[in-house]
């Protein structure tokens, strides 16, 4: 809002300058008409200043810059330029104003006022004050017709936006909620056959599940919050590279083997590929405990190569060997956050069974 007014001052300061200065000269090619007095000076200030408020009050500016050309025009003091101070006022008004209901008074009167002005009072011309007050109507038009446009598109952006939001809360709910459903059923499968003859091991599966129940929980409730605009939740810093360890430990628990290796040759990654990185691995292993098959195993490596953040995760389950499927909203899910921060997913059958995925995401000014 500043760095805008800001603008606008230092414009109408330019805009009142050059009128000052160019009615001076002005007169030397109107010598019918009165010099620039410090009144007419007065005026022509006034009206280029104006231009300072177009963003704080469009009203105002139009009426105090319409106002001072109408004096100027109507005293006959020298100078064309007085025009650029009343149309700049006009744009001011049909821009800053969105009711047409307000602004089409208010720029009616003060065109007829303009042009009213233009000719002397003491032998009125039809024909310069005709052409002013068409020259009016066409600006007041045109003015209004890129108006509307203009907000339409600021309105398509915002409603782009907001549903760019929507889906990445979508995303991130998927994520977290398909992880962590996919490891509690392991989990409730492991104490349900145990319950009867262990049931100290089953007690740990379900220590396990209301373990990893928490966690996705708060982060549910934040993405809702968002969501609903409460700002009731503080935002949670989204979990990255650094929380793999936790994540391959908890998938672990399920039975699953997973072998992790993490190779970033001491690089700071930035926090968005960080995120990313962690949600492609996340869903990776989602799909590895949902669909590889019991006795599976997995490997997932990342590491940084010539400018990018490398993933590869490979797993040798029996679910290979089923016909590729629907790629579902979790593949596609991880494609669109890759593609998101600049990055590429390819995801299917490995050649020698099981199921791979290898993504690369860009670390920034060194891709």
Request: glycine content about 10%; hydrophobic content about 50%; some cysteine.
């Amino acid at each position: 809002m500043r760095a805008g007014f800001a603008v606008d001052a230092a414009t109408a300061v330019i805009l009142a300058t050059f009128m000052a200065l160019i009615s001076q000269v002005a007169r030397v090619i109107q010598p019918g008409v009165r010099p620039v007095t410090a009144l007419g000076l007065a005026l022509l200030v006034v009206c280029g200043l104006a231009l300072a408020l177009r963003r704080v009050n469009p009203l105002l500016t139009f009426t105090l810059a319409v106002g001072a050309a109408v004096a100027y025009l109507a005293l006959r003091f020298a100078g064309w330029p007085i025009y650029l101070g009343a149309f700049a006022g006009l744009l001011a008004l049909v821009s800053g104003v969105a009711e047409a209901r307000v602004w089409v008074p208010f720029a009616t009167i003060g065109g007829v006022g303009i042009a009213v002005a233009t000719g002397p009072p003491e032998a009125w011309r039809p024909a310069p004050m005709i052409t002013i007050a068409l020259v009016w109507a066409a600006v007041t038009v045109l003015a209004a017709r890129a108006t509307q446009v203009r907000r339409k598109l600021s309105e398509e952006e915002a409603a782009g936006k907001v549903v760019e939001e929507r889906l990445r809360i979508a995303r991130e709910l998927h994520d977290v909620l398909s992880h962590s459903l996919a490891t509690i059923s392991l989990q409730a499968g492991v104490g349900l056959h145990l319950v009867d003859d262990r049931p100290e091991q089953a007690r740990e599966a379900l220590h396990a599940i209301r373990q990893v129940s928490n966690d996705p929980l708060a982060q549910a409730r934040a993405a809702l919050a968002v969501v609903r605009g409460t700002g009731e939740e503080a935002p949670q810093a989204a979990p990255g590279l650094a929380d793999l360890d936790a994540l391959v430990t908890s998938v672990r628990a399920t039975g699953l083997g997973v072998d992790l290796a993490i190779d970033l040759e001491s690089r700071a990654i930035p926090d968005v590929i960080s995120a990313t990185a962690y949600r492609i691995v996340q869903e990776a292993l989602t799909n590895v405990m949902r669909h590889a098959g019991p006795g599976a195993r997995a490997r997932v490596h990342v590491a940084t190569v010539h400018g990018w953040l490398e993933i590869d995760i490979l797993d040798d389950g029996t679910g290979a060997a089923v016909p590729v499927r629907d790629p579902g909203h979790g593949l596609r899910g991880l494609a669109e956050r890759a593609g998101a921060v600049g990055g590429e997913l390819r995801a299917g059958p490995a050649s020698g069974g099981g199921f791979t995925l290898h993504a690369r995401l860009p670390l920034g000014a060194e891709r």
